[in-house]
């Protein structure tokens, strides 16, 4: 039986002071072996994450299943900061992409920052990011991270844009350690970037107002335009992790989408790892809480890369999959000895 009418009908319309979310899944199931010191990892993670943000943007952490104490200190943080305004706490482990999924979809925000729950924020890193979305109108995934390998994962688009639209040149990375640190962090038994990817990465220019960003970027911490997760594949991921399931509702989907994949130049972000050192505890001392609005939202502008442009993206990838063209490519835009890069 229902008695009246709900006062909601008559005030439909959902209205923000937000247009930026940032979303954190995270799975810390006890404090042994691999997750040993990951708890402290997701504490900086956090810490550097409220310091750093502007006043325009709400967090969404999901807790996968974790341990009592972690639930704890994620349901405190819901208490005390005003950016954290959702948590959602699954008794299963749904994985990271069924938390950005869940989270996304349902929420409005322009802009979705998705972020491993072992990433150290540095100051600056939001504004960064949100430059290079008003200056490259066709971005639709941007991280804070460099990296100097990522120029040819999937960025059919991007390699479009920048041979036939904008200008495309190695330069000197700016903060080689940075990119060093993260080689480290994933703990590879052999490094990722030889000392040529440490000195130079691809740089992508906008011809109209010179704004520049790396191409191609990671996918632990990015931030995209909403619509990859609205027009991305509908049905649930059935992977926790890894099997390419980060591929198919992240990468692909930008690509296919028609949008640009980049970096900032500077690097504002850091991998923590599973294990946390006394420099990453400094950093995180030493940030100074953010007190911007962000920037006006309406300057974020929705272009794409049309379908046949891609292909001819696409063909620019297959060609550069060759040894010998990938050189002459590279050679093209100012690398010496590209047959080491």
């Not at 229902?2 to 923000?16: A, C, F, H, T």
């Not at 992409?97 to 939001?126: C, H, M």
Request: glycine letters at 6%; hydrophobic letters at 35%; proline letters at 4%.
């Amino acid at each position: 039986m229902r008695v009246g009418s709900n006062p909601e009908k008559e005030n439909k319309s959902i209205q923000l002071d937000s247009y930026h979310r940032v979303i954190v899944p995270v799975y810390i199931p006890d404090f042994e072996g691999y997750f040993e010191n990951s708890f402290e990892g997701f504490k900086l993670c956090i810490e550097s994450l409220l310091k750093t943000v502007h006043t325009k943007t709400r967090i969404t952490i999901y807790n996968n299943n974790c341990h009592p104490s972690v639930k704890e200190y994620i349901d405190l943080q819901f208490k005390n900061s005003i950016y954290i305004d959702q948590v959602i706490h699954s008794k299963k482990n749904l994985g990271k992409i069924n938390a950005i999924l869940a989270a996304s979809k349902g929420n409005i925000e322009r802009l979705i920052t998705i972020t491993d729950a072992d990433v150290l924020f540095e100051q600056g890193w939001q504004s960064a990011i949100e430059d290079i979305f008003v200056n490259f109108p066709e971005a639709g995934m941007v991280s804070p991270v460099p990296s100097s390998k990522a120029l040819t994962n999937y960025t059919s688009s991007t390699w479009f844009y920048g041979f036939f639209r904008g200008k495309l040149e190695f330069q000197k990375v700016l903060d080689p350690k940075a990119m060093h640190l993260f080689d480290l962090s994933i703990g590879n038994a052999k490094l990722m970037y030889d000392s040529i990817h440490l000195e130079n990465y691809l740089v992508i220019k906008n011809k109209s107002n010179l704004a520049e960003a790396v191409m191609g970027c990671g996918h632990f911490v990015a931030t995209l335009k909403r619509e990859v997760f609205d027009l991305g594949p509908n049905e649930p991921a059935y992977i926790k992790i890894d099997g390419g399931v980060e591929e198919k509702f992240i990468d692909i989907p930008n690509d296919n989408l028609g949008y640009l994949r980049l970096a900032t130049k500077r690097n504002y972000a850091y991998h923590i790892g599973n294990k946390t050192e006394h420099w990453m505890t400094e950093i995180v001392s030493n940030l100074i809480p953010e007190t911007s609005n962000g920037i006006d939202s309406s300057k974020i502008l929705d272009k794409k890369i049309n379908p046949f442009s891609r292909k001819i993206g696409s063909l620019l990838l297959r060609i550069m999959s060759n040894k010998t063209s990938r050189n002459l490519f590279l050679k093209k835009f100012g690398l010496q000895n590209p047959s080491n890069y």
